[in-house]
């Protein structure tokens, strides 16, 4: 069975910190992961990652995968009250010729303070 | 272009009843996703359907079931609910299915409230 496991589950830190989440995943045909942001309801995409070593950016969050080590981190740099979330990884599965939904992590729930 | 919707957003439920939980996709998107998230267990998922069709299905219960109209919309059931059940439905809709990842764009979720 498909794993993400995600760590920390929660964390708190200041305004102008800078975090880093992190994400090793288990799964038997691995061809990518996923990062989202969920605020309220509805998860937001953030990035996609297939090649090991390449740095994925967009703004002050970047992201990057170690198919070595079987892992992620997602870095936010100079975090704001605004980046306050649950940050999900997450592998698709694959059965047959196609991608059919998402294998999750439980989530880092950070939280920013002013 | 119209995100995924949802209906209805919150909902109450006993033990014992049935519920019809209801996702209308982005126009043109094909494959539609259904996730359960609890503070537990995290998002979960539960089954996703392709031209009608349900092409995998998630560790649930047969209480939990679905389907897919020609019209790309889709339907989610669960019967016999327990208290378990409460949780965030969330549907995620993309283009297809094929042998690349399609992002998905997820609707905003049903709150389901079991008594």
């Known amino acids: 069975e498909d794993k993400v496991v995600q760590s920390p589950l929660s964390l708190v830190v200041h305004e102008g910190d800078t975090v880093t989440l992190n994400c090793s995943y288990e799964v038997t045909n691995f061809r990518s992961l996923l990062w989202y942001k969920q605020e309220k309801k509805a998860p937001t995409f953030l990035f996609m990652l297939?090649?090991?070593?390449i740095e994925k950016k967009s703004g002050r969050l970047s992201s990057i995968l170690d198919k070595k080590e079987l892992s992620s981190i997602l870095n936010i740099t100079a975090t704001q009250t605004g980046d306050s979330a649950i940050y999900l990884c997450a592998v698709p599965r694959y059965s047959g010729g196609g991608a059919d939904g998402l294998t999750f992590g439980k989530g880092t729930h950070l939280i920013i303070q002013p | 272009k119209a995100g995924v919707t949802q209906t209805p957003r919150y909902l109450i439920k006993t033990r014992g009843q049935q519920v019809t939980l209801s996702c209308s996709p982005i126009s043109g998107h094909r494959s539609v996703s259904w996730y359960q998230q609890t503070p537990g267990q995290g998002l979960q998922f539960l089954f996703e359907?392709?031209?009608?069709?349900?092409?995998n299905k998630g560790n649930f219960p047969g209480r939990f079931s679905g389907r897919q109209f020609s019209n790309s919309r889709s339907e989610m059931n669960v019967s016999t609910l327990e208290l378990g059940d409460s949780a965030l439905y969330l549907c995620?809709?993309?283009?297809?299915?094929?042998?690349?990842?399609?992002?998905?764009?997820f609707g905003p979720g049903t709150r389901l409230t079991v008594l």
């Open positions: 297939t090649s090991s070593g």
């Open positions: 995620a809709s993309s283009y297809n299915s094929g042998p690349s990842y399609n992002e998905q764009f």
């Open positions: 359907y392709f031209s009608e069709t349900q092409r």
